[in-house]
């Protein structure tokens, strides 16, 4: 029994492995987005975005958070995640789309959802 259980860790740890998580956030400037323009934002509103390749996903900004899961699309070096209604913990947006694009050669993303459409840096860590 004990044998069988120590086997399971061990098969189950390289699928560990491969997860990875990033953390992204815009550097300087926001970007906003309409039906018939794009422009960068007078204020400036912080993203703090947080990813993994299983889903997840956490974009801060404003006095609160979206989170939720979505979907995953792998390409080379590239990472696309896409969530659908991700709820809001705060009180006054309500839930949101957004797409993460990850570009895993120099850790830039760019972030579509919410009227946000910019440019991220990132850095990449385990699970």
Do not use: R
């Amino acid at each position: 029994m004990k044998l069988s259980k120590l086997c399971a860790v061990f098969l189950l740890t390289p699928a560990l492995a491969l997860c990875a998580e990033w953390h992204c956030w815009n550097q300087d400037m926001e970007v906003s987005c309409s039906q018939t323009v794009c422009e960068a934002a007078e204020a400036f509103t912080p993203i703090d975005v947080t990813v993994s390749d299983l889903g997840s996903m956490t974009i801060c900004a404003y006095s609160g958070c979206w989170s939720g899961k979505g979907k995953v699309l792998k390409s080379g070096a590239h990472v696309i995640i896409s969530a659908n209604k991700l709820k809001w913990s705060g009180t006054s947006p309500n839930p949101a789309t957004f797409i993460v694009g990850i570009d895993k050669t120099d850790n830039v993303a760019v972030i579509k959802g919410s009227n946000f459409a910019m440019p991220l840096i990132c850095k990449s860590g385990g699970a």
